[in-house]
């Protein structure tokens, strides 16, 4: 019974680190920031004494804040599952070396 349980116990720490990796791989990536295109034909382009490509760019400026928010939130949050799957594989490890004290300790 205990060999099945430390067996167990080995398959979870596997599991828990290949997810741990997965999480902070994540961690890593980024979107990356919203860029407004230059119009071809050059010069401004103005209606009713108002610059039309002020508005995207007022945008894209708020939007590109967003995305580093968003991108620093979803860097941390992955992090910690990373960190917490490797917590999560070292206590199944641990948890598998003391069902195997047993067994040990007949074979001796």
């Known amino acids: 019974m205990n060999i099945a349980l430390a067996i167990l116990w080995f398959a979870f720490a596997a599991l828990f680190t290949v997810l741990g990796r997965f999480f902070w791989r994540e961690s890593k990536r980024t979107v990356t920031p919203f860029r407004v295109t230059r119009r071809v034909a050059g010069g401004s382009m ?7 490509d002020r508005p995207l760019v ?48 007949r074979s001796t």
Do not use: C, H, K, W
């Open 58 to 105: 007022e945008f894209a400026a708020d939007f590109n804040t967003y995305l580093r928010d968003q991108n620093t939130s979803s860097a941390r949050a992955s992090r910690a599952a990373g960190l917490s799957s490797y917590l999560a594989a070292a206590t199944s490890l641990f948890s598998a070396i003391i069902a195997l004290v047993p067994i040990l300790e």
């Open 46 to 52: 103005e209606i009713l004494g108002m610059d039309v």
